[in-house]
């Protein structure tokens, strides 16, 4: 268990999830289920450079530019805040796998004459992360996780870890799913059920900031990154050493995706050896969005934002993993801030 | 206090073995070959640095990457003699692509494949037998590069004991069609720093390392391999396939810093070196801009010729080749090179035959994709 003092600050949320009727400071990972909903990215980003990007990448540049605003921080190369300590890790597992799959069938039925240079970018599984580089003039480290179940959460522990050690003064942090026949085809040869109506079909984005960045702005922190831990089950693991690291049982627990399992089964035993643990506390960000996999650790951290906004005392757990082949888990404090 | 290599293993087109590896790049081995298992017809360019391992002579089998991964990280902990359950360990894992080229047999073939098998965390558990986080990074080809600086940092905040680095990398069709599609030139070899380069081919291989807390290494009676001075990181925010020479010499800059050394220490370069026109002459400009014409007497050893562009691995295959260089005072030699850069004239590219040499400081370059730079700084351990 890693102790991370209430040091990176998050400052800035973003969401961009069609259908889903919430601003993100009001979201707390519940409510009815987005609707069925185009997704349109000109209105937020403008016609110019979006031609040849992934869906992915369109929603991860949505997402993260509300995050930006939200931190109040500028959401275009010009003027940005110390750019070249400024960087960027995205989590997703899914985004290009559609680019990959559609090239090498071109490949193999006609070949490469027939493919499009325009997909060369698409092919590199870090797009997402370099075209927001490109689009917010974001130089310092630049970090594309593709983990699997526990990748959004590992994604905040990786960018709170770039401000700790001093490489970063900000990190903006994305996590982004999207649906489509390959993903759908993919799970249904893995014998994997979708664990909900629908996959998520969209994007969450946080920015982080070191305590002393935030204050020298004057920007209001809306919650700090705690520890983080990783392990086996819940009952041993993650969520008993944060429990102990932070002096008694979360206000929220955000679970990872109890439709689905070995997480349902550990969730559980957590609940039946954890005397604190009743269930009231617990927070299903997947029964509103489907299951959200690399996506997820970076909304429940918008989600546990929102809820300490309303319950200031205490913290919330963020968990994800232990679905579709994974069988680990990775866990970290959201912490409210003390004013 | 800087972390130590305590153990290290690589697997590639030229051996099964790190050392097997080494020594085939101080005999100025390639791993170039014909296409093994892409039809042939398909494609304009005929060559590649392949693991020629499939069991199927003319189809291809899924999970070569997973394969050689774990083969290497093997041989990293067998060499550290780290095993389940000794300290607070976590493996991290730097690829461009994944276990992407399985994805495309499942897709175009219908050859089996899981959702999880995407990244390589259950395999490495597995293999390994330790109950540890995995973190698998998508970073171009820079990726092994930061795996090492993120290892360097979650050591010195002292979350972890010690830190299991590694890259590794299977061609994909997709992402060696791109390439094929948008060079006209189709090249037959890899020639980083020649001036008659012609492109890039890719290459298969891993590497890994352990990078271990020296209070750790010391209780185990470990000692270091080498040490790890400092990872520079930057990115261009400029273009997604193009490099950029102020976004590389700001991650040089930044490993110098935080290394505390000047560039002119600097005795060993392992140089990105892809031998694409703008990789090699913005490269080439980099290191000429920080250390002056000569590169400050800089030996430049360009390992892609040996090995192919071994994508997310090649970073680290750079670093462990480097700290065998500087324990063995032997430097690979760059295949095909013959006339050096207009841009860099009086650049010192060992070439020929390997060099002796005494090394103390190397430095290894990974640049990828998105304008991604990694620049590892390493010192050799007096015995």
């Known amino acids: ?339 | 206090m800087e972390n130590w290599i305590t153990g290290m293993g690589m697997v590639a087109s030229v051996g099964h073995t790190l050392d097997e590896c080494f020594n085939a790049f101080c005999r100025g081995e390639s791993g170039n070959k014909s296409l093994q298992a892409f039809p042939r017809e398909r494609f304009n360019v005929g060559k590649a640095y392949e693991i020629d391992d499939r069991p199927d002579k003319g189809g291809d089998t899924p999970g070569r990457a997973t394969k050689w991964l774990v083969r290497a990280i093997g041989q990293a902990l067998t060499a550290a003699g780290l095993r389940a359950g000794q300290g607070r360990v976590a493996v991290l894992v730097g690829t461009g692509l994944r276990e992407l080229r399985s994805l495309e047999l499942w897709w175009v073939e219908g050859q089996p494949m899981h959702v999880s098998e995407l990244h390589f965390g259950g395999a490495i558990r597995k293999s390994t037998g330790m109950r540890v986080p995995v973190m698998t990074f998508s970073n171009a080809c820079a990726a092994s590069n930061f795996m090492l600086g993120l290892a360097d940092d979650m050591l010195r905040l002292g979350d972890y004991d010690a830190v299991v680095v590694s890259g590794c990398d299977s061609i994909t069709e997709s992402m060696f069609g791109l390439l094929d599609r948008v060079n006209p030139l189709h090249p037959e070899q890899v020639q980083p720093f020649d001036r008659n380069r012609k492109g890039v081919l890719m290459g298969e291989g891993a590497a890994a390392l352990v990078l271990e807390n020296p209070d750790h290494a010391r209780l185990r009676s470990k000692g270091p391999m080498a040490l790890l001075r400092s990872v520079g990181m930057s990115c261009d925010a400029f273009h997604e396939t193009q490099p950029a020479m102020e976004g590389i010499q700001r991650a040089m800059t930044d490993a110098y810093d935080r290394a505390r050394v000047e560039p002119a220490q600097i005795g060993l370069m392992m140089v990105h070196g892809t031998g694409t026109a703008a990789n090699d002459m913005t490269e080439a400009k980099a290191i000429v801009g920080l250390m002056g014409q000569a590169g400050g007497g800089v030996m430049i050893s360009g390992l892609k010729s040996m090995t192919g562009h071994t994508s997310g691995a090649s970073g680290l295959v750079g670093v462990v080749t480097a700290v065998k260089a500087m324990e063995r005072g032997l430097v690979p030699p760059t295949l095909g090179f013959n006339e050096p850069l207009a841009e860099a004239p009086g650049l010192d590219v060992v070439h020929g035959k390997a060099r002796e040499a005494r090394v103390n400081l190397a430095q290894v370059n990974a640049f990828g994709f998105g304008g991604v730079n990694a620049v590892a700084i390493l010192e050799r351990s007096e015995p």
């Open chain 1, 1 to 339: 268990m890693k102790r991370i003092p209430a040091f990176v600050a998050i400052t800035g949320l973003g969401l961009e999830i069609p259908g889903l009727e919430s601003a993100p400071a009001a979201w707390q990972g519940a409510g009815p289920a987005p609707a069925p909903a185009e997704f349109n990215p000109e209105p937020k980003l403008g016609k110019k450079g979006l031609l040849y990007k992934d869906r992915a990448t369109k929603l991860a540049l949505c997402a993260a530019k509300a995050a930006l605003e939200d931190a109040g921080l500028p959401a275009t190369p010009v003027g940005q805040a110390d750019p070249e300590r400024f960087g960027v890790v995205v989590s997703s597992n899914f985004g290009n796998l559609d680019t990959v799959c559609r090239v090498a069938e071109i490949i193999r039925g006609k070949g490469v004459a027939e493919t499009s240079s325009m997909d060369l970018p698409n092919a590199s599984s870090n797009v997402i992360a370099t075209t927001l580089s490109i689009r917010f003039g974001l130089k310092s480290l630049n970090l594309m996780i593709c983990n699997g179940a526990t990748s959004g959460t590992d994604a905040l522990y990786v960018a709170a870890n770039a401000i700790r050690a001093g490489r970063a003064t900000r990190m903006l942090v994305v996590g982004v799913e999207t649906d489509n026949a390959v993903v759908a085809k993919l799970l249904a040869d893995s014998g994997e059920s979708p664990g909900g109506p629908r996959i998520l079909d969209g994007a969450g984005a946080v920015v982080l900031e070191s305590r002393e960045a935030a204050r020298e702005r004057g920007a209001k922190p809306r919650a700090f990154i705690g520890d983080y831990a990783h392990g086996d089950s819940f009952a041993t693991g993650p969520v008993p050493e944060l429990v102990q690291a932070n002096a008694g049982p979360a206000s929220a627990w955000f679970t990872p995706n109890r439709a689905l399992e070995p997480a349902r089964g550990r969730v559980n035993e957590a609940l039946d050896g954890w005397s604190a643990g009743d269930g009231s506390r617990l927070r299903d960000v997947s029964a509103q969005l489907g299951e959200c996999y690399g996506a997820l650790g970076v909304l429940q951290c918008i989600a546990a934002c929102s809820w300490l906004a309303a319950h200031p005392a205490g913290y919330a757990l963020a968990t994800s993993g232990g679905v579709w082949g994974d069988d680990t888990f990775s866990s970290l404090g959201i912490l409210a801030r003390a004013d």
